[in-house]
């Protein structure tokens, strides 16, 4: 079966996600007013360079998952864009933040394009 289109342009979107947050990792400077990843995770006491290099760890092991239509990458997938959505939705209320909008779009269309194309990361015989 040939790879979703759709799954590799959000995959190379991840991993430019991972990459600019791996350089702001090294040369990030905090704004007082700013909502770092940190926070925006729930985590506000781990040092915010810290949890973006967690970050980028984590969201590189699950593109690489997701682009190679492992049954472990969807539902890591699946999981990160409820999750990460529900912190977007969270905070676009909670304190009147409309730059979260984007994120929480974001995630409504990763989380239902990997479910429509759900059957390519089940096939019989691959992810063995």
Do not use: C
Not at 15 to 44: C, E, K, Q, W
Not at 69 to 87: A, D, E, Q, R, T
């Amino acid at each position: 079966m040939k790879k979703p289109l759709g799954v590799l342009l959000i995959s190379y979107f991840y991993i430019f996600g991972a990459i600019v947050l791996l350089f702001t990792a090294v040369f990030y400077n905090a704004d007082a007013n700013s909502i770092g990843i940190a926070g925006r995770f729930g985590m506000p006491n781990v040092p915010e360079r810290l949890m973006r290099l967690i970050v980028t760890l984590f969201s590189l092991a699950m593109v690489y998952g997701y682009i190679r239509l492992k049954k472990w990458g969807f539902w890591v997938m699946v999981i990160y864009s409820v999750f990460f959505g529900s912190i977007s939705s969270s905070l676009i209320s909670s304190q009147s933040q409309k730059l979260f909008i984007g994120n929480f779009i974001w995630s409504i269309i990763v989380l239902a394009y990997t479910i429509y194309v759900k059957k390519a990361f089940f096939k019989t015989g691959v992810n063995h």
